[in-house]
């Protein structure tokens, strides 16, 4: 067995880096099952582990003094959990808590934190796909504060179906309400706008992706913008030519 004896990344920013930067981090890597709602890391504590998702997505989360929160940021198989690691700290001030179960690549914070003292390559990649996610954020924090609930709803089903493997993932409206931020009774209205639209189905903890097309029609700017943005770095993930809204 050689040193170029392993599979392709399902994960994208892995897939990017080169051969050699592949092989050299391929072996330090352990392949991980995520469960619902499982946290990788909370605020103020140490990241001691850092994720690349395959087929789960985890979302970041920033929590209130009240116990309140919301999303900022969601990471699937086109990132990284543990920025904060990337960036030179091990603490973080949100909690990374898995949205939709699934596998991911892991490696411990100290073998990830030599990985890219011993390869600029890597290195420089991730620190670009950090601006990328900042971008995210960013753009996240601007819609939420600026655009109906049924558009913030359909960019983040749009966001939660790119990192899917099928048209259909667990989500409950509370759920729902602590990713956007916003009462349960307001996301139950938006959700029943969308699901009598036929653009959605919501059932027994499920939302299913019926129109895609549909959902793009309905949301907001921010969705195009931050998947542009993603696919300009990365390459499109599935060579599609979709017109996002602008």
């Known amino acids: 067995m050689t ?3 392993h ?24 392949s991980v ?30 929590t209130l003094e009240d116990g309140d929160g919301a999303e900022v940021g969601v990471v699937g198989h086109e990132g990284v959990v543990g920025l904060p690691v990337i960036l030179g700290s091990d603490h973080d001030d949100l909690e990374a808590m898995v949205q939709c179960p699934g596998t991911a690549l892991s490696i411990d914070t100290p073998a990830m934190q030599q990985a890219m003292d011993a390869d600029p390559v890597l290195r420089n990649l991730l620190l670009r796909y950090a601006l990328v996610h900042h971008g995210q954020v960013a753009r996240t924090a601007a819609c939420n504060g600026r655009h109906y609930t049924e558009q913030r709803l359909a960019r983040w089903l749009l966001m939660a179906h790119d990192r899917s493997q099928g048209d259909d993932f667990p989500m409950t409206h509370e759920l729902l309400a602590l990713m956007l931020g916003l009462r349960r009774a307001g996301v139950t209205v938006a959700a029943g706008t969308l699901q009598k639209a036929g653009l959605i189905r919501y059932e ?14 309905v949301t907001c700017e921010c969705y195009g913008v931050v998947r542009r943005a993603q696919d300009k770095f990365l390459g499109s993930s599935d060579g599609s030519t979709v017109e996002y809204r602008r």
Not at 34 to 42: A, E, G
Not at 204 to 217: A, V
């Open 7 to 30: 599979p392709t990344p399902k994960n994208r920013l892995l897939a990017a880096l080169p051969a050699d930067s592949l092989a050299q981090l391929w072996p330090q890597f352990t």
């Open 3 to 5: 040193l170029y004896d």
């Open 33 to 62: 099952d995520l469960t619902f709602r499982q946290v990788l890391h909370l605020p103020e504590k140490p990241i001691t582990t850092v994720y690349f998702p395959e087929t789960a997505w985890v979302s970041m989360i920033a």
């Open 204 to 217: 027994r903890g499920r939302i299913t992706i019926t129109d895609r097309p549909g959902l793009e029609n």
